[in-house]
């Protein structure tokens, strides 16, 4: 069992060649943020249906989120990183179109680290508090590699087609949030595009050299992954509320908070779990690899929606 697909290491590496941008050019200096504006579609930061708070009070917390979402894919590529160079060490005598797509996934994800902490810093200079979030990122990078080679990378891969998905449904076409972010998210997805194509060579070795057993146990290695990630984000939740009454002043009351919670919580299962879960490229990937394991993947998409 494998995962069929057109790509080819050389053609990643080729696209990815063509793709130079530094982060200096997107952010930082007299690049600034635009804090009257949101900085993530609804799509993805789901607070316009939220009944308690005023429509400042909602931009606000839409830039949390905005923040929120850097750091959340700052605290993947922790992770992704190691991981393509482990995979580039794999072989790293063998084919050498291979070695340097992988090195070059690997150089990508750090620079996008280091963008990711460049907006931080913006972030911090324009919004009145600092921003409650979750990590350390090393220890949830540990928490992830513990598990299986297999299960890690269909892990990335649902990562990954899930960048694709934000961007193309919904960042692309929104002229409502800030140009910088905007433009921030567009480079990150230029980039990724290849990171989804190598992933999924990577994932289609691994899992031709697998038994239909080891398969199944990285899928559910991956399952595991996405509820230790599901905890995580449900600790996020609580702390943009922290943040939030910190940034507009007041107190919210209990009603208030619960319905934050609930409408929150909804919203980043939605963008960190069920958006990858349903994408259609992971979707068939998952099916070649095993028709009983995309159906435990289909169910855990449905009891989080």
């Given at each position: 069992?494998s995962i069929?697909h057109?790509y080819s290491?050389p053609?990643?590496?080729a696209?990815?060649?063509?793709v130079n941008?530094?982060?200096?050019d997107l952010i930082?200096g007299?690049k600034k943020l635009?804090?009257?504006?949101p900085?993530?579609?609804?799509?993805?930061?789901?607070?316009s249906?939220?009944?308690?708070l005023?429509?400042?009070?909602?931009?606000?917390?839409?830039?949390?989120?905005?923040a929120?979402y850097l750091?959340?894919?700052g605290?993947v590529?922790?992770?992704i990183?190691?991981?393509?160079?482990?995979?580039?060490?794999?072989e790293?005598?063998?084919?050498?179109?291979?070695?340097?797509a992988?090195l070059?996934?690997a150089?990508?994800?750090?620079?996008h680290?280091?963008?990711f902490?460049?907006?931080a810093t913006?972030?911090?200079?324009g919004?009145?508090v600092?921003?409650e979030?979750?990590?350390?990122?090393?220890?949830?990078?540990?928490?992830v590699?513990?598990?299986?080679?297999?299960?890690?990378?269909i892990?990335?891969?649902?990562?990954?087609?899930?960048?694709?998905?934000?961007?193309v449904?919904?960042?692309k076409?929104?002229?409502?949030?800030d140009?910088?972010?905007?433009?921030?998210?567009?480079?990150?997805?230029q980039?990724?595009?290849?990171?989804?194509?190598?992933d999924?060579?990577?994932?289609?070795e691994?899992?031709g050299?697998s038994?239909?057993e080891e398969?199944e146990?990285a899928?559910d290695?991956?399952?595991?992954?996405?509820?230790?990630?599901e905890?995580s984000?449900q600790?996020?939740?609580?702390f943009?509320?922290?943040?939030?009454?910190k940034?507009i002043?007041r107190?919210l009351?209990?009603s208030?908070?619960?319905?934050?919670?609930?409408?929150?919580?909804k919203s980043?299962r939605w963008?960190?779990?069920?958006s990858g879960?349903?994408q259609?490229?992971?979707?068939?990937?998952?099916?070649e690899?095993?028709a009983?394991?995309l159906?435990r993947?289909q169910?855990?998409?449905r009891?989080?929606s």
């Amino acid at each position: 069992m494998s995962i069929q697909h057109s790509y080819s290491y050389p053609a990643a590496l080729a696209d990815s060649q063509k793709v130079n941008w530094r982060v200096e050019d997107l952010i930082g200096g007299d690049k600034k943020l635009d804090f009257s504006k949101p900085f993530l579609p609804d799509s993805l930061a789901g607070v316009s249906r939220i009944e308690g708070l005023s429509a400042r009070e909602k931009l606000i917390l839409n830039q949390i989120r905005g923040a929120t979402y850097l750091h959340l894919f700052g605290l993947v590529e922790e992770f992704i990183l190691p991981f393509a160079l482990e995979r580039a060490k794999d072989e790293v005598h063998g084919d050498k179109d291979r070695v340097r797509a992988l090195l070059t996934f690997a150089e990508e994800e750090a620079k996008h680290q280091q963008l990711f902490q460049s907006f931080a810093t913006e972030f911090a200079q324009g919004f009145p508090v600092k921003p409650e979030l979750i990590g350390p990122a090393h220890a949830v990078a540990e928490a992830v590699l513990a598990h299986s080679t297999l299960g890690v990378a269909i892990l990335i891969l649902h990562l990954e087609w899930l960048t694709q998905r934000h961007y193309v449904e919904s960042v692309k076409t929104d002229e409502t949030i800030d140009p910088r972010f905007l433009s921030l998210l567009r480079h990150h997805w230029q980039e990724e595009a290849q990171h989804a194509k190598i992933d999924t060579l990577v994932a289609a070795e691994l899992a031709g050299r697998s038994t239909p057993e080891e398969i199944e146990h990285a899928i559910d290695d991956f399952l595991k992954i996405g509820g230790l990630l599901e905890s995580s984000l449900q600790q996020q939740v609580k702390f943009d509320l922290v943040t939030l009454e910190k940034a507009i002043g007041r107190t919210l009351s209990a009603s208030q908070h619960a319905e934050i919670e609930a409408v929150q919580l909804k919203s980043y299962r939605w963008t960190f779990l069920v958006s990858g879960l349903e994408q259609t490229n992971f979707v068939k990937a998952v099916g070649e690899l095993s028709a009983t394991g995309l159906r435990r993947v289909q169910d855990v998409a449905r009891a989080l929606s």
